[in-house]
């Protein structure tokens, strides 16, 4: 089986793409795995450069394939100096803990929205290097989502937003749905699976 080396110690965002990947032969392994640890300046200024950084400083350590993301909260209706953009946990030079996120992200929600939710766009970047050192990007963004200023009680480590975040068509919580609903939202990301697949 071919391995390709997910350049973050997210174990959440590690298994992103794992199931796909392993039904096209593909292991998914994060820096964790491999006990590897990387300091990384993100000083990109979109989701691509950073997930280019990311990726090649993971192929500088090990040479073998490897692939990085970042990502871009965009919110309706918060202004230019507030807007995440793609420092959605770091905020006035602080990373944030999950329980802070929420708190940030529930008080802009307050602040700007209407009716106590504001839609909301991720902009996702993913670099992948092949064992030869050969770069490919890609792109893609969700914007069927808005954020809310109460919370679920469910959590999601690693992703505290899904605890204020609800699908449009279903106006239920990310960490709420169920595998019926997600057939009937149709959130898959076959495209970006196919995408790693092709360029290992």
Not at 120 to 137: R, S
Request: glycine share 6%; charged share 30%.
């Amino acid at each position: 089986m071919k391995q390709i080396i997910f350049a973050t110690s997210n174990a959440t965002k590690s298994k992103r793409f794992s199931k796909g990947l392993k039904e096209l032969g593909i292991e998914v392994l994060s820096l964790k795995d491999i006990d590897v640890k990387l300091d990384i300046e993100e000083d990109g200024s979109t989701a691509i450069e950073n997930a280019l950084l990311k990726a090649r400083a993971c192929y500088k350590k090990t040479k073998k394939p490897c692939m990085g993301m970042d990502d871009t909260l965009y919110m309706e209706g918060v202004p230019e100096d507030m807007q995440p953009g793609l420092f959605v946990r770091r905020v006035n030079g602080k990373n944030l803990t999950d329980e802070e996120m929420i708190e940030h992200y529930t008080n802009l929600v307050k602040k700007y929205g209407i009716n106590g939710r504001i839609n909301c766009k991720w902009i996702y970047g993913l670099a992948v290097i092949n064992e030869n050192g050969e770069e490919t990007t890609y792109s893609w963004f969700k914007d069927d989502f808005y954020m809310t200023s109460s919370r679920s009680d469910k959590n999601n480590p690693g992703y505290p937003l899904n605890s204020i975040s609800k699908y449009k068509k279903l106006d239920k919580y990310f960490t709420e749905v169920t595998l019926e609903d997600m057939k009937l939202i149709e959130v898959n990301e076959d495209d970006v699976v196919d995408f790693i697949a092709n360029h290992i």
